[in-house]
């Protein structure tokens, strides 16, 4: 699956979501509804710091992974299209990395 990209995976997600949650993992989420899914989510970043910093590539791998996945199942639960985070990515390029950052108020 070499070809797989994050589109797809998102075409799933909505696919998925539209299944029953006995056949559906996405579905038996957002079933849970958005803050179950948003703790999920965060659960998923923990797990991929500590493989970042604790454990070998392969789990970093495995851990990131979930982890977008799960940014997919939350995005779509808020009705937001990765397109749209693309979007904003694509914006931030105008300028560097640390003046985006400042003009958010952040460090």
Do not use: P
């Not at 797990?47 to 997919?72: F, K, N």
């Amino acid at each position: 699956m070499a070809n797989f990209t994050v589109h797809d995976l998102e075409k799933r997600v909505q696919k998925r979501a539209q299944a029953r949650a006995e056949g559906s993992y996405t579905r038996a989420l957002l079933d849970r509804g958005l803050e179950h899914c948003a703790k999920k989510l965060g659960e998923e970043s923990i797990e991929t710091v500590l493989a970042a910093v604790a454990e070998d590539r392969d789990r970093l791998i495995a851990e990131t992974a979930d982890l977008v996945y799960h940014l997919l199942v939350v995005l779509h639960a808020r009705g937001i299209a990765f397109a749209e985070v693309e979007a904003a990515l694509a914006e931030r390029t105008r300028q560097s990395g640390l003046a985006e950052k400042m003009s958010r108020g952040r460090s």
